[in-house]
């Protein structure tokens, strides 16, 4: 499968951005998808995750609350709602994709987009 996640910008802080990630080639409800970011100096971290069909998410205790990730398996597409925004979430934000049952290991994600840049001024 190939990802292409679109949507990053620059936001100020308190502010609001949306990530799409595409997903294309194999059918895309075989795959758990995620969200992961790498900011400055820093390791890939995960954000979030939604199993198969959407009936189950997971969040990294940084972004719960004001993050949201949700999909649409007709449109193929994987999605990243960030709200109150904070300098601190100024990252790179990857999708990933994986076959693996829900809830896999962030080392369990064997496809992945090519980031979309998301900064936060304050």
């Known amino acids: 499968v190939q990802l292409q996640a679109s949507g990053g910008g620059l936001a100020q802080a308190g502010g609001s951005l949306r990530l799409s990630c595409v997903a294309s080639g194999r059918t895309f409800s075989r795959y758990v998808m995620g969200w992961f970011r790498q900011g400055p100096g820093t390791e890939r971290e995960f954000v979030a995750a939604i199993n198969k069909i959407g009936g189950g998410t997971a969040y990294a205790d940084s972004v719960k609350g004001r993050f949201g990730i949700s999909r649409d398996n007709t449109k193929n597409t994987v999605y990243l709602q960030m709200n109150s925004l904070k300098p601190e979430d100024t990252a790179i934000y990857y999708c990933?994709?994986?076959?693996?049952?829900?809830?896999?290991?962030?080392?369990?994600?064997?496809?992945w987009g090519q980031g979309t840049q998301v900064t936060v001024s304050s």
């Open positions: 990933a994709a994986t076959e693996k049952d829900w809830r896999p290991l962030r080392w369990e994600y064997d496809y």
